[in-house]
């Protein structure tokens, strides 16, 4: 009755042991903030939603429960942390069995039901329910559940980024009519994208998110509908993947009409379990080339790109729940301290990685930017390949959100300078006449306007037009003699231009 986590390859391991881990082995080093967690459930009412295991035909508006773990800066050390079964409470919310006895968890969602992780119930997290916000603004990071998983599936990660100063907010995995997926993979990859998009618009509503810093973060098929996701939305300003199944299903990707690799234009990781062992592929009969194969990465050519593959992870580890819960397939998975030891690398490299990205930190750059040999692992638990953008496109869009920052002014250096880094820079003839219309007219930007046409006419000193549209300019703006001096210059070039003709006739008047 569990939902299942995984989408791909891991559906296939057979041949289990229990795992032996805990929250405390894991180790990880929490930042200066204390963590406060607040969970609710909000509802998005432009889609219906019908709970399935109700057995009625009542709609109602999309529930979209939250979970937000953020930095608090308050001292907590009177009060209690939660448990691990304070979330596996949410994750009964979110599998609509809100009357499960807590005794059943483990087997209704098919964790073995051994002392080990009975001991995971009880043991104390490092988040404290409803503690008060900080009082500074933190960059939010908003995190993909894999397929049909919990907001709380990676709540040992979210807990330690919050630590370091990241609201983190996050949702469960649902279908798009009920809790559970539909065979359209594709459609419920596109539901998906559009409750990522719901979060980051609700975290917004929280006075500590600094909303010009937002990143996205999803395991599994989260990683899918967070491509989608960022094709669509310019706020987003960095992706991070774990083990995300856009490298394994890019033909779903495909599908959508919203995707394109070019599109893909912010700072990019992807983390990657290691390779699958030749008794695992034969006998699940899973397709080698997973191993190696990753089209999504080999096809983004605008932006800086970060391939990392631990050799000590399988699949399921990229999450807490996983680390903790998941049994261990013998033919393939290590040891509970080489899993714990790698969960807690593939933190440190999230966190390095948005510190980098969203916080600009040099020391972060440094680290993402260094093999791992150079970070400390001198076990060689990571292989690491990073792939520069190609000289990205310049577009006419790209010089006037330039030359507006500057207010238009100083046109021919903003000029010559994008031509030194962009050598095939061409600006439209037409571009420029429209752009110098528009502002001319505006008596509030009409000098503005004169300036685009000044560069205009020497970028094109035979365009008869672009001599006609700065006359006009002039002339709206009072300067006579500077509207009949580019007039004639426009009736030089062109003598059949009318236009000219008869302001010029006006003019002597």
Known sequence: MRLTILLVLILFQINRIAAQTSLKEIDLENGKYNVGFKHYTTSDSTRTYSRILDYSNKKMARPIPVSIWYPSERNLVDKESLTVLDYLEILKEEEEWEYLPNEQILNWFNYSNTPENQKHLIEQTTAYANAEFGKEKYPVIVYTPSFQASSIENFALCEYLASHGFVVVSSPSRGTETRWFTNNSAKEIETQARDVEFLMKEAGKFPIVDFDKIAIMGFSFGGLSNIIVQNRN????????????????????????????????????????????????????????????????????????????????????????????????????????????SYKWVATYTLNFLEATLNKNESALNFIEDDSSGNGDGNGLVSQSIKQPEQSAFSFQDFNDLASSQNYQNLFQLYDATIESYPSFKIPEGNLNVLGLQLVFNPNTASQGIQVFLLATKLYPNSWNLYDSLAEGYLFMGDKEKAIESFKKSLALNPQNQNAINRLEQLKK
Request: charged share 30%; glycine share 2%; hydrophobic share 35%.
């Open 234 to 341: 310019d706020k987003v300003k960095a992706i991070v993947s774990l083990d995300g199944t856009e490298r394994y299903q890019y033909g779903l990707l495909s599908q959508s009409a919203f995707f394109d690799p070019q599109k893909i234009d912010v700072p990019y990781i992807h983390m990657a379990q290691k390779d699958i062992p030749e008794i695992v592929l034969r006998e699940d009969k899973i397709d080698a080339e997973l191993n190696t194969k990753f089209q999504l990465y080999d096809s983004i050519t605008n932006a800086r790109s970060y391939r990392l593959k631990f050799q000590n992870l399988t699949h399921s580890y990229f999450s807490t729940l996983g680390a903790l819960f998941e049994n261990r397939d013998k033919r393939q998975d290590k040891s509970d301290s080489e899993i714990m030891e």
